[in-house]
């Protein structure tokens, strides 16, 4: 048995010890983030929700600006709005780009065309509907009115 080409094999598909570890720490801290980053989202939401309450029930309910108190509310849901459309877009492209870099890092040589000829051909190239109208039976057709 040859264990040392194993070994080198293993190697070289899933790294060293010192590649492994770095990558568990990757993902954790890319664990964190999606964490971090959904709580953020969440105490936003929240947020958002309590700024829409106190302006529909201080402006609106209250009958004092009731057109500005409308303004304000809608300007805050479109602006929402337009905010998670470009963070859903963003987060569109980055997963496609990184789905992009995970394609197999070793890229292969390009092929050498000179090699693949090596006399050049000098018969012509036989076409494919040459002798194709020869098998064909034709039948007159006339029209009757």
Known sequence: ??????????????????????????????????????????????GLGFLLYTIFTRLILNGS??????????FVIFASMSLIFVVYNESKKDRAGSQRLKLPGTTLPAPDTGKILTEPSQMPIPSVVEDSTDLLHLEAQTRRF
């Open 1 to 46: 048995m040859n264990l040392e080409q194993t070994a080198i094999t293993l190697a070289e598909q899933f790294g060293t010890v010192r590649d492994l570890s770095s990558r568990s720490l990757e993902r954790l801290f890319e664990n964190l983030g999606k964490v971090a980053f959904g709580g953020f989202g969440t105490v936003l939401v929240i």
């Open 65 to 74: 600006q009731v057109a500005f108190g409308v303004f304000l509310f809608l």
